[in-house]
């Protein structure tokens, strides 16, 4: 007791030192006050085509008379904000889904514990994206990160080179953002304390995240040198499952997990995960359609169908070889490779084919059901199988790009410069992200904060962490798995 | 003299087993989920790498408490119910019991467990 | 059983003369059947951009011939009936959000009975808010209610003041009428009868709910007086709350809640409760940009922004005011947290920026965290906390409009003048919703339809009004909340 | 195992075998990479208002120069576009409602496999309807069939007669052809081998479904008829619930499900049903707003006010009536009245009134009500009441096209032709899928992949078929249905 | 001489239960759910078309393990926690124990029943 | 003669005392889940407002039916595998038992309780 009375002091002192540096660093204050004010916003709102403020008729009418005839340009605003925000809420149900798959391939004892780092992924990468993360993602700086727009502060109305707001564009990459951060959470799930998770979150929102985006989608150096991700194959997925591996790999396996005393351990509701990997689909397509950043009507209806149809062939491909290697049609291998089969699109997904797209997707579960067979083997206890779905699947992907790609693949130009780029891009990004999760996980071990201790996952974190439990009302037989007969 | 019969059948024969009770008058049972392990096997599972033998196999656990003749009868009507003739049909305990007190009565001993319409009276008829 | 029936007949008789009496009074039958008949409604719809009724090309080919080129304004209006009805789908779906969130913080002998009460508020609001409820609220009239468009019965084409049809405005405020009445029915959870809460139900989205919107959003006196609430803090939140306040008192706790034998009720299912919490926050993504009844650029992307931003706030308040007074970071602290933040910058969420949006998403959070603990030590049973998370939050987002609204706020214009106005319109909606409130609920009690027996207590209102539970194959211990160890 | 080994074998053989025939019979594979290559369809997208294909803004800016001015109906084509995706990403999640429903509704040692089988629904959906569906449907050829159009080769980039892209076109029709396969699932639910499934949801997608579509929707002899059926009463849930109707004939009851030894078989998790109902309802607003597939306001309101009140009006009158007859109001005769209005609202919902929905809603759960009384009475076992919410609801929202419809329906025209031609589609219609079903399945039959074992059964289609149970930690009795007390 | 108490009781009266014993200075217990029978009747349920009784309604078995001059105290402090009047209240049961073991500090026999401030520590007071 | 042993664990310790009965040809057995309180204290728990103390913390019960010569074996077999030295690691029961049948055989008495390669063929070898 005594010692977590510490521990929560130091973290809210941390978090406070956080937002005060961040504030002096900046004179954010005064800047987010001046620039994001909603009378500039309203105003350049009131040139486009707002009929009214308020719903009240009364209100509504005496507004609108001195207003310039909108143009084309205006209408094209609306749509494609229309277009981004319904996306960027697609891609936010994307949190509820990614929470519903861990909590159901967790046991029953470590599901409160899941649910509120799901839940904080989301509200620390709020903050700090906010703060920090999208300023040196999308801010001009150097070739590595950005130096401007911290706090929003001194952001651009529209966002350059595109129609919409920047505060539309910024939520979508929120939405991004807090998917990367939420990787990882499953990869590490069960033995990671809730203190040093929420570390872990700042950090990644903040900061390793932000850095791969702006090398990639921010103007970096992986974007001069041509290198291709769409919607964030490597950017989003590959950079959470490194960085959830090297978690998993400094944590260490839960206990009795791995050796000779190992039971299985295996997740306690599959109509949890079930539902978990439909939202995931489903915002997948707010995920890459919405990566167009606008509505224009060809390119989001073919990536839209393209992205589709790689998850049912990813889902069909990684439970036949289950079938086949197994010998029966699992249920986790069929969501799994869903699963990868979106995460292998996402990056190519608006250059190939659909049939293309089956064969990337279905790929996509082979590499997935490959890599969670080479993990256990190595004994790197990955208990949603993240680091497959995300980071093998996602390599794939990216290579893919310079496979199959329409304006650089190899199958349709012959030439191997755009697989380059994109195998360069593959390892740069790995590199950096390994690298700096290890500082990161290294520093939170070294304070005490990162593996929880043999009784609190004995008893479960639950418990131990929270004071309670997900389901008190049900008699559970944490280490009996119980089938009928 | 009463005594305690516990027998542990198969799941899905846990209706059989209480229609065939109630037909010879017995009333009074509690019955409870357990798992257990005998002469069978176990089920294999799978997940995700890994196959896993599950050796404890679900059963439920019917125990009566009753007056010593009425032991045979029953445990006769169970067997029959509850007999496939395959491993896992499960096994009858007979243990014996000191006393039984009902609370809403405060009746005692043999009385206590004497229902309307049971065995008991039925044999009286 | 004999009761029982008689108690149904005068449900069903009750229903029906409600009926009878709205269509005499109105003449609806033959008004709606002329007013709404599809016919218009299609001829009008064929002015604007409409390409083809049926997915079929042979019939659609012929039917675009003679149409007249649509002009910028049939675009507007198509842009923003697609987002209004996008945004009204998402409040739609808050209906889920609330029925899981309640199920998940009721024990599991109740789940049946909160399912089904939320189930109906959504079915008896949809039918109660056609009839009586939208023309009340929106219809002319006097500064109290409306006295038009019962049964939608004359209504204008395009709604008056906005673009888009009078249909999509009616359906948008119908999801928001739902959303009002569900409120309450966390706060009297596992305790009301189900025949009193239809009527309640019935009551409160025909009369109580439209009266207190004809004061604020349908141009009554809240709404001359300047009384400003953007998306609801006050007209749909805090009307529900008090509501449910005004119930819980009237009905009392639920047996052994307070007092020396006192048990733990610890809600039944975390996953169910995080899950639902999801989908709210989702959910306010059509609920306050939404309330912008028009897709204007930047005021839905900068209102999107806020209303995230102010979730995440509340709920990393409330959890860290918990870990703090508690000593452990709790689940259901955040989860509220997080509603409130979402309540409290329904208000304000146009007239502020997002640093704003945080400090008053993080009050928010305080403000709930006090509250509850408020109600606990008056012995008010608050199953859910809504009456804090919608009430008390709801409260304090009002005021923020008067403290923070760039427009007339006094951190940015130095006046009370607004803080003034908000404070007059929450004590009369306050007041309002108190007293009808409690004329209703009482007359409820007096025929005894209100609180269920103690042995309906005991065993569960699912088994008892219902005849089922929940999950009939699972072993439940309803009294002995269960840990691990 | 053995058997098993050599089944899986033939199910892969099956289905390679049928993507090679199928490629060899269309040369398909170089004219798909011809025809949907990104190249065109990205210059066509180019010519709309496209401003940037990257998020990044140095790759945008010079992307936009030499553009033409977009033109009113590129803007039109941008609107549709969003509408119809929207709505289509609507219709995809209620296969999520539908997993959630039938899940909720089966036995515990069942979720597993209906979860599995809802899954496979979409994932074999998606390349079916891709290769073959399609084109059959849609596709020009007699008035029987479509010829062309496989593997979306040779599809027009703007589909003929509307304003969007083939692709998006592609992607709604596909989300339609998922639901259809899936109603079939529920109905059949805890008996059916996994394997058979697959090949029953093969051929629903790609042959039974499309060739009905193409009657009605794709130009064939009922829409030349004059056969209305706007969003797919008949088209959809009807042969989706006739081809169940003749899978649970052919399959017969679960044991124990009928006769002196029956015992009660309640669903495991109401949570789960409702949410999932709640789930279909949300869908529905893309159901059929969205088969309007333009943004048109006027009609796309009406439809989703009267999809909406229908809705609610059959959730209560299922209630009422279950509760007037059987004495208590029933959570599963709400969810089940609910569909069952959604269903019955689905063919005349653009051409009705909202007061008229109400009556047909209402209808509609009546019609369902004694629906399920009826089969149950004839000893078929359908497991959720698919084919009652389905089928005799769609046969009521069809004839109520020709009723009620303002077009050419009887109150309105006096007229009793369209009755008519509704009743001649709706007999073709249900003849045509019960022979084909009957060929199917009996075929499916005769391999033995329709009926699990007894064992099978016994044990739990979960363990037998997939080696696992969906929840390993909770004891479960299956037997014994257990209230409180 | 050790005995054992198996008490079937309400599941709402499982506090109360608990709660009295303590008073009296019963420490150790074990508890379970069970479903059963007495002299009730079932509730009725419904699901879907069909109405159908469930005749095992949830209990809580409650079981002590004592020494037999505590098993008057204990009988008496269950039947007064446990009473309602109806029927349904449950019964309770007594049985022989032969041996008892504590496995963290291996005791055996009544040793290994003691704990700080029981029902026997009270007497000696 | 023949003799029930009820041994209350730890859940996490359910694998370690399952194997150990296997190496010591330990074979049919019974496992429930139960809650219970003895020496050790509860675990404190909170649900908004309040804090709470659970008393009845979560243990396996594994019941063995055995003949009276193979239950010192067996019992030193559970408290070595179940023992940690902390409260909390449970207690053993012996009871008397009058009678055994097996279902599928119809097998009473000792016969009805051996199974192959089990502690009494084992001994034999
Ligand atoms: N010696 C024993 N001690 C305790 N329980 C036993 C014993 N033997 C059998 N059982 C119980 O009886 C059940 C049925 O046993 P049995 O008929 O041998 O079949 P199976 O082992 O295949 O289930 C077991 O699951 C177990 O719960
Ligand atoms: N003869 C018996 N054998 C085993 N259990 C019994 C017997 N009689 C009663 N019980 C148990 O005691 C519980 C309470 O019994 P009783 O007081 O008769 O009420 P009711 O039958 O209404 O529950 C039963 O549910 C059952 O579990
Ligand atoms: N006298 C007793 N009667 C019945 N059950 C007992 C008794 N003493 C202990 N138990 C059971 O044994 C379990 C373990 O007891 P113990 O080793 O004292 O540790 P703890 O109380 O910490 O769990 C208890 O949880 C309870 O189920």
Same mark, same amino acid.
């Given at each position: 007791?005594?010692?977590?009375?510490?521990?929560?002091?130091?973290?809210?002192?941390?978090?406070?030192?956080?937002?005060?540096?961040?504030?002096?660093?900046?004179?954010?204050?005064?800047?987010?006050?001046?620039?994001?004010?909603?009378?500039?916003?309203?105003?350049?709102?009131?040139?486009?085509?707002?009929?009214?403020?308020?719903?009240?008729?009364?209100?509504?009418?005496?507004?609108?008379?001195?207003?310039?005839?909108?143009?084309?340009?205006?209408?094209?605003?609306?749509?494609?904000?229309?277009?981004?925000?319904?996306?960027?809420?697609?891609?936010?149900?994307?949190?509820?889904?990614?929470?519903?798959?861990?909590?159901?391939?967790?046991?029953?004892?470590?599901?409160?514990?899941?649910?509120?780092?799901?839940?904080?992924?989301?509200?620390?990468?709020?903050?700090?994206?906010?703060?920090?993360?999208?300023?040196?993602?999308?801010?001009?700086?150097?070739?590595?990160?950005?130096?401007?727009?911290?706090?929003?502060?001194?952001?651009?109305?529209?966002?350059?080179?595109?129609?919409?707001?920047?505060?539309?564009?910024?939520?979508?990459?929120?939405?991004?953002?807090?998917?990367?951060?939420?990787?990882?959470?499953?990869?590490?799930?069960?033995?990671?304390?809730?203190?040093?998770?929420?570390?872990?979150?700042?950090?990644?929102?903040?900061?390793?995240?932000?850095?791969?985006?702006?090398?990639?989608?921010?103007?970096?150096?992986?974007?001069?040198?041509?290198?291709?991700?769409?919607?964030?194959?490597?950017?989003?997925?590959?950079?959470?499952?490194?960085?959830?591996?090297?978690?998993?790999?400094?944590?260490?396996?839960?206990?009795?997990?791995?050796?000779?005393?190992?039971?299985?351990?295996?997740?306690?509701?599959?109509?949890?995960?079930?539902?978990?990997?439909?939202?995931?689909?489903?915002?997948?397509?707010?995920?890459?359609?919405?990566?167009?950043?606008?509505?224009?009507?060809?390119?989001?209806?073919?990536?839209?169908?393209?992205?589709?149809?790689?998850?049912?062939?990813?889902?069909?491909?990684?439970?036949?070889?289950?079938?086949?290697?197994?010998?029966?049609?699992?249920?986790?291998?069929?969501?799994?490779?869903?699963?990868?089969?979106?995460?292998?699109?996402?990056?190519?997904?608006?250059?190939?084919?659909?049939?293309?797209?089956?064969?990337?997707?279905?790929?996509?579960?082979?590499?997935?059901?490959?890599?969670?067979?080479?993990?256990?083997?190595?004994?790197?206890?990955?208990?949603?199988?993240?680091?497959?779905?995300?980071?093998?699947?996602?390599?794939?992907?990216?290579?893919?790009?310079?496979?199959?790609?329409?304006?650089?693949?190899?199958?349709?130009?012959?030439?191997?410069?755009?697989?380059?780029?994109?195998?360069?891009?593959?390892?740069?990004?790995?590199?950096?992200?390994?690298?700096?999760?290890?500082?990161?996980?290294?520093?939170?071990?070294?304070?005490?904060?990162?593996?929880?201790?043999?009784?609190?996952?004995?008893?479960?974190?639950?418990?131990?962490?929270?004071?309670?439990?997900?389901?008190?009302?049900?008699?559970?037989?944490?280490?009996?798995?119980?089938?009928?007969? | 003299?009463? /005594?305690? $019969?516990?027998? &542990?059948?198969?799941? !899905?024969?846990?209706? *059989?087993?209480?229609? =065939?009770?109630?037909?010879?008058?017995?009333?009074?049972?509690?019955?409870?989920?357990?798992?257990?392990?005998?002469?069978?096997?176990?089920?294999?599972?799978?997940?995700?790498?890994?196959?896993?033998?599950?050796?404890?196999?679900?059963? /439920?656990? $019917?125990?009566? &408490?009753?007056?010593? !003749?009425?032991?045979? *009868?029953?445990?006769? =009507?169970?067997?029959?119910?509850?007999?496939?003739?395959?491993?896992?049909?499960?096994?009858?305990?007979?243990?014996?019991?000191?006393?039984?007190?009902?609370?809403?009565?405060?009746?005692?001993?043999?009385?206590?467990?004497?229902?309307?319409?049971? $065995?008991?009276?039925?044999?009286?008829?």
């Amino acid at each position: 007791m005594q010692t977590h009375k510490r521990g929560f002091t130091v973290l809210v002192l941390f978090i406070l030192s956080y937002f005060v540096a961040a504030f002096v660093l900046n004179g954010a204050f005064s800047v987010v006050a001046q620039e994001a004010t909603p009378e500039t916003t309203a105003e350049a709102a009131a040139e486009d085509a707002a009929p009214a403020e308020e719903a009240a008729p009364e209100e509504a009418a005496p507004a609108e008379e001195a207003e310039p005839e909108p143009t084309i340009a205006d209408l094209i605003a609306m749509i494609d904000t229309v277009w981004v925000l319904v996306a960027a809420f697609l891609v936010f149900f994307m949190q509820t889904g990614f929470a519903l798959v861990e909590a159901g391939f967790v046991r029953a004892k470590m599901v409160v514990n899941i649910l509120m780092k799901n839940f904080f992924d989301l509200s620390v990468g709020a903050i700090a994206y906010w703060a920090v993360g999208f300023g040196l993602m999308f801010g001009a700086g150097n070739a590595f990160f950005g130096t401007e727009w911290f706090f929003l502060s001194g952001i651009p109305e529209i966002y350059p080179g595109l129609t919409i707001p920047t505060f539309a564009f910024f939520f979508f990459q929120f939405a991004f953002a807090a998917t990367a951060a939420t990787i990882a959470s499953g990869v590490m799930a069960g033995r990671t304390e809730f203190k040093g998770y929420l570390l872990y979150s700042l950090v990644v929102t903040a900061l390793i995240y932000p850095i791969v985006g702006h090398w990639i989608w921010g103007g970096g150096w992986l974007a001069e040198l041509g290198f291709s991700d769409f919607a964030g194959s490597t950017v989003v997925h590959s950079t959470g499952a490194w960085i959830g591996l090297i978690g998993a790999m400094i944590l260490g396996p839960r206990p009795n997990r791995f050796g000779p005393d190992a039971v299985p351990m295996p997740g306690h509701s599959m109509t949890l995960a079930t539902m978990g990997t439909f939202i995931l689909w489903l915002g997948w397509f707010g995920f890459n359609p919405g990566s167009q950043v606008a509505a224009t009507p060809g390119p989001i209806a073919l990536i839209t169908v393209n992205t589709n149809i790689a998850a049912a062939a990813g889902a069909i491909s990684a439970m036949l070889l289950g079938w086949l290697l197994i010998g029966k049609p699992q249920l986790p291998w069929a969501l799994n490779g869903a699963l990868a089969g979106l995460v292998a699109i996402t990056a190519p997904c608006n250059d190939v084919t659909p049939f293309e797209s089956i064969i990337i997707g279905a790929l996509g579960g082979i590499v997935m059901y490959f890599g969670v067979n080479l993990l256990e083997k190595r004994q790197i206890d990955d208990v949603v199988g993240a680091v497959s779905v995300h980071g093998f699947a996602g390599v794939w992907g990216t290579l893919a790009v310079g496979i199959f790609g329409a304006s650089g693949g190899l199958v349709h130009t012959g030439s191997f410069e755009q697989l380059g780029v994109q195998t360069i891009g593959i390892f740069a990004v790995c590199g950096f992200a390994l690298v700096t999760a290890f500082v990161m996980f290294s520093a939170i071990n070294a304070v005490g904060w990162l593996r929880a201790s043999k009784s609190a996952m004995n008893v479960g974190l639950d418990v131990y962490e929270h004071g309670m439990v997900a389901y008190p009302e049900f008699t559970t037989s944490p280490s009996e798995p119980v089938p009928f007969s | 003299m009463i /005594k305690k $019969i516990e027998a &542990i059948v198969r799941p !899905e024969k846990l209706h *059989a087993v209480k229609k =065939a009770l109630s037909d010879i008058g017995i009333v009074g049972l509690t019955v409870m989920d357990v798992v257990g392990r005998g002469r069978g096997s176990g089920v294999q599972m799978q997940w995700r790498t890994g196959v896993y033998v599950v050796d404890l196999l679900p059963r /439920k656990l $019917i125990s009566i &408490i009753l007056s010593e !003749e009425n032991v045979n *009868a029953t445990v006769e =009507a169970i067997k029959k119910a509850a007999y496939t003739g395959e491993k896992g049909d499960g096994v009858i305990f007979v243990y014996p019991v000191e006393n039984v007190i009902r609370i809403s009565t405060n009746e005692q001993g043999k009385n206590a467990i004497m229902y309307q319409g049971d $065995i008991d009276e039925r044999k009286k008829r």
